[in-house]
């Protein structure tokens, strides 16, 4: 239990019955008395020790009453939703009402007005805050226009934006591959073998959207999804970068002894300069694992904020934000009810883990497991992301609340602290020079087994 | 295993050793005082009286008020109070005693007109 203050008592000393009064925040000299934490929390105390013989320990008196630290004003519109949708898909929307720390405003009424740019939304959701709610209002919403959708959403005067991209469906034959095989099917690329596939649907967009699905009882369960085959952020510095998510438009299966591959590649364009791409998926035959590799090459000297290797959405468009256990080695271990870079038995600011710096990373993985799949990425700390620096940063959002997302983010980017990136960004505050032909890569492994974390196999 | 006399404030072992001996102490456990011992205890030294909000905003800003009334042991000079709050956030504004205007400013005053460091 943190001290507070102490209070030594000079000339003269207190006889029985003396008393002394300790006003903390004291507000008659005109000042605006104790500013409190900004997290809600019930019963808050203050305790008492006496120490009369100046030993330096304390006898606790018995507990004081306490308070509660609760919620300010309805203020912030949460808007939470998975980062991928498929078209025609109902998926999940939970409308949040917060107040300008973050903690949910439980006292909120008012009518919720949910839209998307292009008039397609349907809507099964919830369209009000009740009174003596839970400050959540949810339900489903479906889109049937691909590409990057906006949804909106006010209440009270108060408005919220979340971007969703909505893929076609990736549909394809349930059977799984006893070898590890790359082919099309319909629209989509499956990369698969007996255990685990990926699917690559094709948009309009091109090539981006991927959905992990691990093999359970003779049927495919999701995983998770990716959003893009990578993100290249650009822009100058004081401002949010520019998020250039990596969209490719070509796709070619091959095989090898005892692995089958899927090379996605193309051209984007980030701040006036072309990048050339590619995304080499690699998948063996026993492996409940596939290995993305992944290269970028601008064309000319380019200024760089991150580049993101597939960010991986774990439980999107699957388990959601739910988790039974989730694992960044040497840094959390997070059951059901808690969320990662929580407060608990650590204090802000060190609670904040979401991209630490690598040498706090014990073991190389992220990993989220719920019910009977756990979904996990891992890496080489010592692959040189630009052909010099090594050690890649790793980003930790369970479930993903910075972006408001209903999902837990797994990801993997360059560049790191060692490189100037400070501890807990997700991109460089001002851009990095990057050499025209020399390629940035980037390798890591998504997984998915029937193992629970720290527990037994369940299967 | 040691129970301490009645009315006892608190206990010191010594646990001895042989020189060049390693030691494992383990299963150390203090058994906490019955709620009467410690009412007992407690009403030596002293108790304390809380004056604070029900409720405060998250963020916002309190005045928080805690009355000590000595004991029959009383508190003498060097003696001290410790105040400690139930969480860790370190968020609170820090106590200070120098500027009325700013958040955080503590005052003590005791009734006998005791000067007290802060």
């Not at chain 1, 000079?10 to 925040?25: F, K, M, N, Q, W």
């Not at chain 1, 006036?272 to 596939?290: E, F, N, R, T």
């Not at chain 1, 960010?311 to 989730?326: E, L, V």
């Amino acid at each position: 239990m943190p001290c507070v203050t102490r209070v030594t008592v000079l000339y003269p000393p207190l006889a029985e019955g003396d008393t002394g009064v300790v006003t903390y925040g004291d507000a008659a000299g005109g000042g605006p008395g104790v500013q409190v934490q900004p997290k809600a929390e019930r019963d808050v105390r203050f305790v008492v020790g006496v120490e009369g013989d100046r030993d330096g320990r304390a006898l606790d008196l018995p507990d004081t009453r306490g308070f509660d630290v609760v919620p300010g004003p309805f203020a912030v519109l949460g808007l939470l939703t998975p980062v991928v949708a498929e078209a025609g898909k109902p998926f999940p929307v939970t409308l949040e009402a917060r107040d300008r720390s973050g903690n949910v405003v439980p006292a909120v009424e008012g009518a919720v007005s949910l839209t998307a740019e292009g008039g397609d939304l349907k809507t099964d959701a919830r369209r009000a805050f009740g009174a003596g709610g839970t400050g959540q209002a949810s339900g489903k919403v479906t889109l049937t226009r691909t590409g990057v959708r906006l949804l909106k959403a006010t209440c009270n005067g108060v408005a919220a934006e979340q971007s969703v991209v909505v893929s076609r469906s990736a549909q394809v034959a349930d059977g799984a591959k006893p070898k590890a095989t790359a082919y099309q099917d319909g629209n989509t690329y499956v990369l698969g073998n007996a255990h685990v596939r990926l699917l690559v649907p094709r948009n309009d967009f091109g090539y981006g959207v991927a959905f992990l699905e691990a093999e359970r009882g003779d049927q495919w369960k999701r995983v998770g999804a990716f959003p893009s085959l990578g993100e290249l952020r650009v822009g100058a510095q004081g401002k949010p970068a520019h998020r250039m998510p990596v969209w490719l438009s070509e796709a070619k299966p091959g095989s090898a002894t005892d692995a089958a591959q899927l090379v996605l590649s193309g051209a984007v364009e980030a701040a006036g300069v072309q990048w050339d791409l590619s995304v080499l998926c690699v998948l063996s035959d026993g492996a409940k694992h596939v290995d993305l590799h992944c290269t970028a090459t601008p064309k000319a000297d380019a200024k760089l904020r991150a580049f993101y290797a597939p960010p991986f959405y774990a439980g999107d468009g699957s388990f959601g934000a739910a988790k039974a256990t989730a694992l960044f080695p040497g840094l959390e271990y997070r059951t059901a009810d808690e969320v990662s870079s929580g407060d608990y038995g650590i204090v802000p600011p060190f609670s904040d883990r979401q991209v630490p710096h690598p040498y706090k990373v014990t073991m190389p993985m992220v990993a989220v497991a719920d019910g009977d799949v756990c979904a996990a990425v891992f890496w080489d700390p010592d692959q040189k992301w630009d052909g010099v620096h090594a050690c890649p940063s790793a980003c930790f959002a369970s479930p993903e609340r910075w972006e408001n997302r209903a999902s837990h983010l797994l990801a993997l980017f360059a560049p790191a602290e060692l490189d100037g990136l400070p501890e807990n960004a997700r991109e460089l505050p001002e851009p990095r020079a990057v050499v025209a032909g020399k390629p940035l890569r980037a390798c890591l492994e998504s997984a998915s087994s029937g193992r629970r974390l720290g527990g037994r196999s369940s299967r | 295993m040691f129970t301490a006399p009645e009315g006892a404030a608190r206990a010191v072992a010594l646990l001895g050793v042989q020189k060049g001996t390693e030691y494992l102490f383990d299963d150390l456990r203090l058994s906490p005082l019955p709620a009467e011992a410690k009412a007992t205890v407690a009403g030596g030294v002293g108790q304390v009286e809380a004056v604070v909000p029900g409720r405060v905003e998250a963020g916002g800003f309190g005045t928080f008020r805690l009355t000590y009334r000595a004991g029959k042991e009383g508190l003498p000079v060097g003696g001290a109070l410790e105040v400690r709050r139930s969480n860790l956030d370190p968020r609170w504004s820090m106590p200070q005693v120098s500027d009325p205007a700013e958040p955080g400013y503590t005052t003590v005053v005791a009734s006998t007109g005791a000067q007290c460091l802060v």
